[in-house]
């Protein structure tokens, strides 16, 4: 309708509007370029309509947008709690790494201890001869 309004009216070079004869007897206007109270009177009723439709629609989008909202917030406290746990695993499972590495090392250094207990001198020869610079001569 708002397209056929402004076909009513063309502009010439002095910019005052004039409505043909065509136009007038198309849409109602009278002698003075001006449109007829019944053309007004559809036009309101067709904004009328395009109004209440578009507020159900916004009613909808209103109402689509705070469930999005909600679900979103829903999502950010799960991932919360997500990282809340697996950051408590994290440090347990970096707790129990350092102390079997104290366990290795102590193990380890046993390990050594009982190995110069077992084998005392008899060990240090046995590396010297295995790491000696020529091993030719023995063949």
């Not at 679900?71 to 350092?98: C, G, M, T």
């Not at 366990?103 to 390990?111: E, I, R």
Request: aromatic share 10%.
């Amino acid at each position: 309708m708002q397209k056929q309004m402004r076909l009513l009216m063309t502009t010439t070079k002095d910019t005052k509007y004039k409505v043909t004869e065509k136009d007038r007897k198309k849409y109602g206007a009278c002698e003075h370029g001006q449109v007829n109270y019944k053309s007004l009177i559809k036009l309101n009723n067709l904004l009328y309509k395009r109004t209440k439709s578009d507020q159900k629609q916004f009613k909808f989008l209103a109402q689509d947008i705070f469930l999005k909202n909600k679900h979103i917030e829903y999502l950010k406290q799960i991932n919360e709690d997500l990282v809340d746990r697996y950051e408590e695993k994290f440090e347990e499972y970096d707790k129990a790494n350092e102390d079997l590495k104290k366990a290795n090392t102590q193990l380890m250094l046993n390990v050594e201890d009982l190995k110069t207990r077992l084998f005392g001198h008899y060990e240090r020869r046995l590396k010297d001869y295995a790491l000696r610079p020529d091993r030719k001569k023995d063949n």
